[in-house]
């Protein structure tokens, strides 16, 4: 892989003695080790699972080209190089019982948690943790992975907590709730949770976008391209060159100016309603809304770009919040690495595990492990 000059993996890691040495699976662009490395410079990344190519890529130039194996996490086991780790992470899709999406109890992306588990019992941690949507605390995977921790099963010798947490509560200036389940091996007490630090006094929209633009510059990537595993792959660009906008029809651009702060389409003239909302004067208040400045934004998901998905327009500006912008709301910093379109990187962006959050999770594991 090749990068543009000075742009070489700015968080790579080399293990030392002390290390805590970490497997991070199904790891997108890495939200979770960024956290990690953030909590504690004793956090090592052994290796990092991703099977999104662009994902991969941009872990891979963030925290080193030698991290990350670009495949399926099944390939991956069966390479039978699974190295041993203090701590394994990681978020198994969601998509098969995410309250998004239709819940098929069948959806195959539900059983990879089968496959994180044989890592844990290859890999032999003291520690793991399974970051999930909340519906993961209801789900038939979680149920499965409690039955594999019993007497007989393959997770015999581990025990685990979960418990729904809020990023915000951290200081991501966030509010986005997430399932996480931690692990220990049975020879060490449970470790409990992270103690929310930010309760009452969340981080504000405000606060993280203060040093922003209000104008992005342009509406396209520079154009920069890389190969990755024999893909050619647009960038690297670090978090400070996402602040792109797009393109918006007129119609948009009217619907935008007609929002007032704090508002929503419920706030648009007759004149000014798609056609599929002037029948429909109930539903979700966060559609084609504005960010508000003194409050933590709502989750980032992966159309942030779209202000038809959701709350994401900018809190005064006529236009959605730039990719910048989302990945400061995620607490991305600024140097950071990224390859891919912009609607990949946006993806990258949205699957992420806010880095507060992850870090609130590191030094909680950290204290334990020194």
């Known amino acids: 892989m090749s990068t543009a000059p000075g742009l070489r993996a700015p968080y790579e890691r080399m293990p030392v003695s002390d290390s ?33 190519l662009a994902a991969a890529a941009s872990f891979a130039a963030t925290f080193g080209r030698k991290k990350i194996f670009a495949g399926s996490i099944e390939q991956w086991l069966e390479l039978g190089a699974v190295p041993k780790a203090d701590v394994v992470v990681g978020g198994p899709p969601c998509q098969g019982f995410s309250l998004l999406g239709k819940r098929d109890p069948n959806d195959l992306r539900n059983q990879l948690w089968q496959a994180y588990a044989e890592t844990i019992v290859q890999a032999k941690p003291t520690y793991f943790v399974v970051e999930n949507v909340p519906a993961f605390s209801k789900s038939e995977q979680l149920a499965d992975f409690k039955a594999a921790t019993g007497r007989y099963g393959m997770l015999s010798d581990y025990a685990f907590d979960w418990h729904v947490l809020n990023a915000a509560d951290y200081g991501a200036p966030q509010a986005r709730k997430r399932a996480i389940l931690i692990g220990h091996h049975r020879s060490v007490p449970s470790p409990g949770f992270p103690a929310p630090t930010h309760v009452g006094r969340h981080v504000s929209v405000r606060r993280a976008l203060a040093a922003v633009s209000k104008d992005p510059a342009g509406t396209d990537l520079a154009d920069r391209m890389t190969e990755f595993n024999g893909t050619r792959l647009r960038g690297p660009y670090t978090t400070a060159e996402l602040h792109v906008d797009r393109e918006y029809r007129e119609i948009s651009l009217q619907r935008f100016q007609a929002i007032p702060p704090g508002g929503n389409r419920f706030d648009l003239p007759e004149d000014l309603l798609a056609p ?29 770009f779209k202000p038809e998905k959701g709350r994401y327009l900018h809190p005064e500006e006529h236009r959605a919040i730039t990719h910048l912008e989302a990945a400061l709301l995620q ?40």
């Open 20 to 52: 805590i040495r970490v497997l991070d699976l199904f790891a997108g662009a890495g939200g979770l080790t960024q956290g990690l490395y953030a909590a504690s410079p004793h956090f090592v990344t052994e290796q990092a699972v991703e099977i999104d």
């Open 276 to 304: 599929c909302w002037v029948s429909h004067r109930s539903g979700s208040g966060d559609v084609m809304g504005r960010l508000r400045w003194d409050s933590p934004s709502v989750t980032i998901r992966t159309e942030f």
């Open 331 to 370: 607490g991305f910093p600024l140097d950071r690495l990224w390859l891919g379109s912009k609607t990949s990187i946006a993806r990258q962006i949205g699957n992420a595990v806010p880095v507060e959050l992850g870090a609130a999770i590191g030094r909680l594991l950290a204290s334990k492990l020194a």
